[in-house]
């Protein structure tokens, strides 16, 4: 069962990298407008922080807005890592250790939202948006009880805004994105 699992695994990874989508896997930046667009409504934040503009952020932290999409290995996620989960690695190898998509959203922290694997995100990047999005909304707004901007950054970019891990310069760079950079034809809600 484990070898089909692999052989599987295998030739969507070959499908994919022989159609150039591993290693420079990009998304035009209306492309990621639109899913903003799309998915932004569905977060549940308070009313000073606008969906849309809050994802377009995120976007532009984790990929120059589209430019840098292919996989990121993670090493705390990979064996002797912080955070490794076995059973992800079991099932997925090295996959599990990555980061997906506009979002670069972890796949250990989306893998508990129903049937989501690493394969369907590269396939498919309106799953990453959605798993962004249930992530935000469960973890980062639900369980952490985020309320601000600058919170909701450092929770997405280092697990926890309640720590004393504070990524000053990517909470930088999340509020200026918010505040000033939107895609040709973005249109705030």
């Not at 932004?40 to 999409?69: M, R, Y």
């Not at 935000?136 to 009880?145: D, F, P, S, V, W």
């Not at 309320?147 to 504070?166: C, F, H, M, V």
């Amino acid at each position: 069962m484990e070898d089909e699992r692999r052989r599987g695994r295998r030739a969507i990874l070959l499908e994919l990298a022989e159609e150039g989508r591993l290693s420079t896997l990009q998304l035009a930046r209306t492309t990621i407008a639109d899913m903003c667009r799309r998915f932004g409504a569905a977060l549940k934040l308070p009313e000073t922080i606008a969906g849309d503009q809050l994802l377009w952020a995120l976007a532009g932290n984790e990929s120059s807005f589209g430019v840098h999409c292919s996989p990121r290995h993670e090493s705390g996620y990979c064996r002797g890592g912080r955070y490794f989960d076995p059973s992800l690695t079991s099932e997925w190898g090295c996959l599990a250790h990555c980061s997906y998509g506009p979002w670069q959203v972890m796949y250990p922290n989306i893998s508990k939202f129903g049937t989501i694997s690493p394969l369907d995100i590269l396939r498919t990047p309106e799953i990453g948006a959605n798993a962004a999005v249930q992530f935000i909304n469960e973890r980062i707004l639900g369980h952490e009880k985020a309320t601000t901007l600058e919170q909701i950054a450092d929770a997405y970019n280092s697990g926890d805004w309640r720590d004393a891990n504070r990524p000053e310069g990517y909470i930088a760079d999340l509020v200026k994105n918010y505040a000033t950079s939107m895609a040709p034809g973005f249109q705030k809600a």
